[in-house]
């Protein structure tokens, strides 16, 4: 239904670069902007003014552009690069394990890392690490330990909130759950009963009353409903309060997680990861700070990883490869996957029916967003073996930042981070993309002095509303719009009338972008008689469009119903038609194979 409106005329406006609403929220630009890279994976990123600093596991660092094995310098496992050049920094700390979280105070004066080390260049630190960002030093004030890996850190205020796998912290019993002073390190008061499991990701309320955390534990102080996976906390005591969303969303145990949790003014978002029994979500939330209430969810299928909002938008990474429940991407075979996935703030419309079978929760009549035009293409890497490309988001109003164990960026080298930027500061550069006898148009005769000229729409990562030239013997003669994705490209069509019988014409169509970025196909030929047709053969599959799976019949749950009602409706990427992909076969649980498997455990270092 979203296609016949779009293509009836009814609602053109599209979120993109440049979306011709004034009232769609702008993406940053696809262009790929030189950055520094390094040789593993990229776990967390913060950004503390102009300097980003970044977390993983890695023994190098080299300069955008320089191929794998040259130009290294030695970066083990945490380093910094210029948020405005992408240039490495000189921040060399040398941490001697896995580096899962980073965060900074309140002021912007330190940065707090967390991990799986036990030194930081030779000195002794357990897990948890403090640094000055005026001169990178670390900080000899602070250093309290966890006796198991620190996943997920926090600031607010003077105390830093830690989440992990340990027990206890500093010789206190806290389990995988701790506070500490900010300038100290003192263990705070902040602590629950978490008996499995792990704290992946927590998130503090702008009032700093509450934190939210989200892991695979199954139970929180006793409770699971909310609790299991997920649970809202007093940010003093560590007692449980409302998150009516962890009543809803239940990721936990050996087969499901809450992966990540970010905030802002307006509610959580949080992304999770489900395969099997005792999980049940794969996409994206926003609640309400009110209570934890449910504002929207994407459903897309394929485990999220990070997501980040920014202004009106809202960011994700993960490895989706069916988001037909509310108007993105269908299910193909082979299978295809968006690893650069955004949405509007605002919920805008509902869930359809799950139409995929398998073990998928159906969340059809929940408030859902929209799917806004930023596709970039990152690859999958090797470095931990599941197959994945980025794991992780930051961004601010100017930037957003990918790491993970990508190896490269829209066709080009580029190995762990990447930037993006608003079109105000960026290249814009990036153009319509099938080329050649990839947008080439069909010919026929309709009658004696006509000529149909039929093309298969082209498409661009950052701009869904392309204008389209149709050239007659290289000279324009008809020009027209249309709407568009690199996984929905319908065929538009023009009629050229009054041409002279028994004459041959030649004809091509020229695909623009908002910002000029033009490209124009291989040329067919045609007279315009209704003798036998000399017609360029019809391109009707581009190298990149994913092939829609065969028709299949589910029985899905029962609808919930809406916590909220949607927002007034924000005009969407165009929507594939309606497909009814193969029911996902899954395996036994703990026999996930790549790419869909959570992130690997990190081994744990020996407490000092």
């Not at 075979?333 to 509007?344: A, C, G, K």
Request: proline share 8%.
């Amino acid at each position: 239904m979203l296609a016949a409106a779009i293509f009836t005329g009814a609602g053109a406006a599209q979120a993109d670069t440049s979306p011709p609403s004034a009232s769609t929220p702008k993406t940053v630009a696809a262009d790929a902007l030189p950055t520094a890279q390094i040789n593993g994976v990229v776990w967390s990123q913060v950004i503390v003014g102009n300097t980003v600093y970044v977390g993983g596991e890695f023994t190098k660092a080299r300069p955008a552009g320089a191929s794998a094995g040259t130009s290294e310098v030695s970066r083990n496992n945490l380093m910094a690069y210029n948020l405005s050049t992408g240039v490495m920094t000189s921040f060399n700390p040398s941490v001697n394990g896995v580096v899962r979280a980073i965060t900074a105070s309140p002021d912007g004066s330190r940065i707090y890392v967390g991990g799986g080390f036990s030194t930081v260049g030779g000195v002794s630190r357990t897990r948890l690490a403090s640094f000055s960002t005026a001169t990178g030093a670390l900080l000899s004030d602070w250093k309290p330990t966890a006796n198991g890996t620190v996943r997920a850190l926090g600031t607010f205020g003077s105390t830093v909130y830690a989440g992990g796998s340990f027990t206890s912290t500093s010789g206190q019993s806290r389990q995988r759950a701790a506070s500490f002073d900010g300038s100290t390190g003192a263990v705070g008061g902040w602590k629950g009963t978490i008996p499995d499991g792990s704290v992946n990701a927590l998130t503090i309320s702008p009032n700093g009353d509450r934190v939210v955390i989200g892991g695979s534990f199954t139970s929180y102080n006793g409770a699971t409903t909310p609790g299991y996976g997920m649970a809202a906390t007093n940010s003093s005591t560590g007692a449980g309060v409302t998150w009516n969303i962890g009543k809803l969303i239940k990721n936990a145990g050996p087969n499901g997680a809450i992966l990540s949790l970010t905030s802002d003014a307006d509610g959580v978002y949080g992304t999770g990861y489900d395969y099997g029994s005792g999980a049940m979500f794969e996409g994206t939330f926003r609640a309400s700070w009110s209570n934890g209430n449910t504002v929207w969810i994407e459903d897309c299928h394929g485990d999220t990883y990070s997501a980040v909002p920014v202004g009106d938008v809202v960011y994700t990474t993960a490895h989706a490869h069916f988001c037909g429940n509310i108007g993105g991407p269908p299910e193909t075979n082979p299978r295809s996957y968006h690893r650069t996935l955004t949405f509007t703030k605002a919920a805008t419309g509902t869930i359809a029916r799950n139409s995929t079978g398998g073990s998928y929760f159906n969340f059809e009549g929940r408030p859902a967003p929209t799917l806004l035009a930023f596709f970039p293409d990152i690859n999958t890497g090797t470095f931990t073996g599941q197959g994945q490309g980025p794991w992780n988001l930051a961004a601010n109003s100017q930037y957003v930042l990918y790491g993970g164990e990508f190896t490269i960026v829209n066709n080009k080298r580029q190995q762990g981070l990447v930037r993006f930027a608003v079109s105000s500061i960026a290249p814009n550069k990036e153009g319509p993309k099938a080329t050649g006898t990839n947008f080439q148009p069909t010919l026929s005769v309709p009658s004696a002095s006509s000529v149909k000229v039929t093309w298969k729409s082209n498409y661009d990562r950052d701009n869904a509303q392309l204008t389209y030239q149709v050239l007659r013997n290289g000279v324009v003669v008809h020009t027209q719009t249309g709407l568009s994705a690199d996984w929905f490209r319908p065929t538009l069509s023009w009629t050229d009338i009054g041409r002279s019988g028994g004459t041959s014409y030649t004809y091509q169509v020229r695909a623009t972008d908002p910002f000029g970025n033009a490209v124009t196909g291989s040329s067919a030929s045609i007279k315009a008689t209704g003798a036998a047709n000399k017609t360029a053969p019809d391109q009707t599959i581009a190298p990149d469009a994913p092939t829609v799976a065969p028709d299949a019949t589910v029985t899905p749950d029962v609808a919930p119903v809406p916590d909220v009602a949607p927002a007034p409706e924000v005009q969407p990427v165009p929507a594939a038609p309606e497909v009814q992909p193969d029911p996902e076969v899954k395996p036994i649980p703990g026999t996930k194979p790549l790419p869909d498997d959570a992130p690997a455990p990190i081994p744990e270092v020996p407490a000092a």
